[in-house]
């Protein structure tokens, strides 16, 4: 099966909270995205406005950095996590998160290229550079069913 990508370009905080409520509104139970990107690229940021897409309350999704994991309760479980600090990866394992995402919760993980091999697939991975201060490139690659179906929004959206 193929799957899809897309590159979304931001030139600002409102086009960035756009991207993260198409998203959010497509998402589907059971899906687990991760963020890849250098420091300060916008990790969090596009967090929150996934979080806000699916009725987490503003100011509620924060980063994670110190806590590995951090739950958020709106239409959907919404699981926070930064990969970051991880000095065991094995650690990831005591999370549960494959029986989470069969629960229903969806996961989105900073940095998870750090933690991939103690990961399932991803269902979606998107790949943020900052070219300049202001402007963000999102690189949306699909994995699976949900993430194609993310895509096919955003690309419909972001016309
Ligand atoms: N177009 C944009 N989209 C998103 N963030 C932007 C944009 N332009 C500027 N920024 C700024 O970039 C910063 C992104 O910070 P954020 O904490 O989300 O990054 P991060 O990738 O989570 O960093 P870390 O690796 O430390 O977790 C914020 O200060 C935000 O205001
Ligand atoms: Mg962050």
Request: glycine share 10%; net charge negative; charged share 20%.
């Amino acid at each position: 099966m193929s799957h899809l990508s897309c590159v979304v370009r931001s030139d600002g905080l409102a086009k960035t909270a756009e991207l993260g409520q198409w998203i959010g509104e497509a998402l589907q139970p059971g899906t687990l995205i991760g963020l890849v990107g250098a420091l300060g690229t916008g990790k969090t940021n596009l967090t929150q406005s996934i979080g806000r897409a699916v009725g987490i309350a503003d100011g509620n999704v924060v980063s994670p950095t110190f806590t590995i994991c951090v739950p958020h309760r709106g239409r959907l479980l919404l699981l926070h996590m930064d990969a970051y600090r991880i000095k065991q990866p094995e650690e990831v394992d005591e999370l549960g998160l494959d029986e989470q995402l069969e629960d229903g919760a969806v996961v989105v993980i900073e940095w998870s290229d750090l933690i991939e091999q103690y990961l399932r697939p991803l269902d979606l991975k998107i790949e943020i550079t900052a070219p300049s201060e202001q402007t963000r490139a999102m690189q949306l690659t699909s994995q699976s069913a949900k993430g194609d179906a993310i895509i096919a929004a955003v690309t419909e959206a972001d016309r």
